[in-house]
């Protein structure tokens, strides 16, 4: 029963570690003049939402825009903005096996006279891992000035209150790094 408990707990671990953390990447045109960005507002995109709620939009728009504001950026939905943002959720099904060793053995005597029995049991276990992706269009040229995304932030998150914490700082996180310096 002992050898059971190990296998166990990593298992915790790993479907723990599935669930739990995200990488922070971002990318941006060299040449484009940040300084002269004041006021954004949304770009339409037709880009698939991977399956993601209204609610997580609501979420993800929410903190965009409070991110962006608390940066000085001011959204201008009258006039033409200087630049526009456009995210999305993504989410794509995981998989991933664990196999468990189950052993028994005899012997009597010297080696080599013993012998055993093991078998091994495989499950494989699938997950959600989600990725929030922003983009920033230059509005005038249409070009993607800027893109951020947070991989595996949209991970383990099993109830409403995890995603009300988790969203806001991964959107935090991403836009760390614009306007780049």
Not at 51 to 78: H, I, N, P, Y
Not at 150 to 173: I, S
């Amino acid at each position: 029963m002992r050898r059971l408990a190990l296998p166990a707990a990593l298992l915790s671990l790993l479907a723990l570690g599935a669930c739990t953390g995200y990488s922070v990447n971002y990318d941006y045109d060299v040449t484009a003049s940040f300084a002269r960005y004041k006021t954004f507002d949304y770009y339409t995109s037709k880009k698939g939402t991977g399956g993601t709620t209204s609610l997580m939009d609501k979420r993800v728009r929410a903190a965009v825009e409070k991110e962006l504001q608390a940066k000085g950026f001011v959204m201008e939905t009258k006039a033409d903005p200087d630049f526009l943002v456009t995210y999305y959720p993504i989410v794509h099904e995981r998989r991933y096996r664990t196999t468990t060793h189950m052993g028994w053995g005899w012997g009597w005597g010297y080696r080599p006279f013993y012998g055993g029995v093991g078998t091994s049991m495989s499950q494989v276990h699938t997950y959600q891992e989600g990725t929030i992706v922003i983009e920033i269009v230059d509005f005038k040229t249409n070009q993607m000035i800027w893109q951020g995304a947070a991989a595996g932030a949209l991970t383990g998150l099993n109830n409403p209150e995890d995603a009300d914490e988790v969203v806001p700082k991964a959107v935090r996180d991403i836009l760390a790094k614009f306007p780049p310096r």
